[in-house]
């Protein structure tokens, strides 16, 4: 990894929220899929789990995260999320061009519940 490349990723993963920071971010589109749960009800899902937010602490993470921003828990298998490029510890910066690093946790929970494909900008940890 090349000192641009290294100092690029230390600014993604150090930002503070209203900060403008320039990373190399990798493009990620997922199709919700419609699933029947056990109560019969049709639901969209798209198979992965986040944490974080402007709103929680980020030396309480458990999975060691250094900022406030928005990161990818957990993929589950056999879903969307699992056939995309979508990795466990990616960081959402967008989804469909919406700023993810000025975003409570349940503001990104209720936005990407909102749409059925998500266009997202990640950056992640070489």
Known sequence: MTE?????????FHH???????????????EKETVIDENGEERT???????????Q???????????QGIYVTKIHSDTP????ALRVHDK????????FTMVTHK???????????LNILVVRKS
């Open 4 to 12: 641009f490349m290294a100092a690029l990723e230390d600014e993604a």
């Open 16 to 30: 503070i929220p209203g900060i403008p920071m320039e990373v190399e971010s990798i493009p990620v589109r997922i």
């Open 45 to 55: 899902r798209c198979g992965f789990r986040i944490g974080g937010g402007i709103d």
């Open 57 to 67: 602490d980020p030396q309480k993470s458990p999975h060691g995260y250094t900022d």
């Open 81 to 84: 999320a699992d056939g995309s």
């Open 92 to 99: 959402l910066l967008q989804v469909n061009g919406h700023d």
């Open 107 to 117: 503001q990104a929970c209720d936005y990407i519940a909102k749409y059925p494909v």
